[in-house]
């Protein structure tokens, strides 16, 4: 199965761990045989291939060997100086969680609840060390993180009487799930990187994430008796999932466009602007669940990949056309959602409307989704179709 961090940032950093655990052996060596030199100078390359900066890297790092050293809340100095009230909740959500934990004796011990939260907390911690992340973006990426821990209390709560199937089973989705916990948080890990002049403030107050809210309607249906359910699968086959993760991947191959054309010499493809910064931070933190919060995703989406490139013109201006159709399909559904069809000539309206209902059916198979699944799963789609097409450009011909 594919792992939940399956995408450039997750791949950058598993290099890097593989370059530190490989050079303290090889420190013993008098003399290291040329095979392995070229092997460390491979992976190095690999590694500064993505585009994640050392410094952060190096840093991230440091933060997770202080917290396996010390796994509590309060290790995370950075955050717990902000005397924020998210992180007092943060703290005392964690401990409701440990004493539901321990009625579960008689299930198999699984890494949840406070190990693999702090493993979520890691990059806002980070970010606040560098003085890439101020006191509001750090408590929204908090507010989200907060999500997780009332979608694993509410699953916890309600086994506490069943049967040991079914409290294996909560447990392992509740570990499974635990894995959205990050990706849901990546825009604005990315965009803290890359925009670190715009990370000041949000344009709007910040509402956590619905991930796990959605994610709890659509594991509603799972018959938990079954003591052969695949939990991950079933976790990660859910359309919220499935766009956390998919919203990550595409914030991450716009970061690492920006940093190639940086590296090059170039403007950035995707112009820095404080829509695209907030656009990063929704995109993976956002499930549709109507037309009204589909065109709200729409909106974003075209800010960050159809504005952000200057209407196109950076794009077209390196790729041709034919490469672009998730972002022209794209541009028809924010016509949709924000223009007036009507207006124009009888011709012109006809073709809005054709242009319209064929961007719809290429992601439903329909002329316009019904549904709250159907909204869901349209998302699903239109991610799917421009993260493969910001991969087209980013692998370019060497995939």
């Not at 992180?87 to 198999?108: C, G, H, I, T």
């Given at each position: 199965m ?9 791949q950058q ?10 050079r303290?052996?090889?420190d013993t060596l ?6 392995l ?8 390359t690999?590694r ?5 900066p050392?410094s952060?890297?190096?840093a991230?790092?440091?933060?997770q060997e ?6 509590n809340l309060?290790?995370l100095?950075n955050?717990?100086?902000?005397n924020?009230p998210?992180?007092?909740?943060l703290a005392?959500n964690?401990?409701r969680?440990?004493?539901l ?10 890494d ?5 939260l702090l ?6 911690e ?8 101020n006191?509001?973006l750090?408590d929204?990426?908090l ?6 821990q009332?979608?694993?209390?509410g699953r916890?709560?309600?086994?506490i009487?069943a ?7 909560q447990?392992g989705?509740?570990d499974s799930?635990?894995?959205l916990?990050?990706?849901?948080n ?6 803290a990187?890359?925009?670190?002049a715009?990370?000041s403030t949000?344009?709007e107050?910040?509402?956590?994430t619905?991930v796990?809210?959605?994610l709890?309607s659509?594991?509603?249906s799972?018959d938990?008796t079954?003591?052969?359910l695949?939990?991950?699968d079933a ?9 956390a993760t ?9 970061y ?8 090059e ?18 995109i993976?933190?956002r499930?549709a669940?109507?037309e009204?919060?589909?065109n709200g995703i729409v909106?974003?989406?075209?800010f960050?990949?159809y504005?952000g490139s200057g209407?196109a013109?950076?794009?077209t ?8 159709d998730g ?5 028809h559904l ?6 007036d069809?009507?207006?124009g000539s ?10 319209i209902e ?7 198979g329909?002329?316009?989704?019904r ?7 349209a998302?699903?789609?239109?991610y799917?179709?421009?993260?493969n ?6 692998y370019?011909?060497?995939?």
């Amino acid at each position: 199965m594919k792992h939940p961090f399956d995408h450039l940032f997750w791949q950058q950093r598993e290099l890097q761990k593989m370059l530190d655990q490989l050079r303290p052996q090889l420190d013993t060596l008098q003399v290291i045989p040329p095979f392995l030199e070229d092997h460390l100078s491979q992976l190095a390359t690999l590694r500064d291939h993505f585009a994640l900066p050392a410094s952060y890297l190096d840093a991230f790092t440091t933060t997770q060997e202080m917290l396996a050293a010390n796994p509590n809340l309060d290790a995370l100095k950075n955050l717990t100086r902000l005397n924020l009230p998210t992180v007092e909740m943060l703290a005392e959500n964690q401990s409701r969680l440990q004493d539901l934990l321990e009625k579960f004796s008689a299930s198999p011990a699984i890494d949840l609840s406070t190990n693999r939260l702090l493993e979520s907390l890691v990059a806002p911690e980070t970010l606040l060390d560098l003085g890439h992340l101020n006191v509001s973006l750090a408590d929204a990426m908090l507010q989200n993180t907060r999500a997780f821990q009332a979608f694993a209390e509410g699953r916890l709560s309600s086994a506490i009487t069943a049967a040991d199937v079914i409290k294996r089973n909560q447990l392992g989705l509740i570990d499974s799930a635990a894995d959205l916990a990050s990706l849901v948080n990546t825009g604005f890990e990315l965009g803290a990187l890359a925009y670190p002049a715009l990370a000041s403030t949000l344009l709007e107050p910040w509402t956590p994430t619905n991930v796990y809210g959605e994610l709890d309607s659509e594991l509603e249906s799972l018959d938990l008796t079954d003591a052969e359910l695949e939990v991950e699968d079933a976790v990660q086959e859910t359309n919220a999932a499935t766009i956390a993760t998919l919203g990550a991947g595409l914030v991450q191959v716009v970061y690492n466009l920006n940093v190639e054309a940086e590296r090059e010499g170039k403007e950035a493809t995707f112009k820095p602007t404080n829509k695209g910064f907030l656009a990063c931070a929704l995109i993976p933190s956002r499930v549709a669940v109507d037309e009204e919060s589909f065109n709200g995703i729409v909106d974003n989406l075209y800010f960050l990949l159809y504005e952000g490139s200057g209407a196109a013109a950076r794009l077209t201006a390196s790729y041709p056309p034919e490469r672009l159709d998730g972002l022209w399909r794209l541009k028809h559904l924010r016509l949709a959602a924000r223009h007036d069809v009507d207006h124009g000539s009888p011709a012109e309206i006809r073709t809005k409307n054709q242009q319209i209902e064929e961007a719809y059916a290429a992601l439903t198979g329909a002329v316009h989704p019904r549904t709250r699944s159907d909204w869901a799963k349209a998302q699903v789609a239109l991610y799917q179709q421009l993260l493969n097409m910001l991969e087209d450009l980013w692998y370019g011909d060497d995939e």
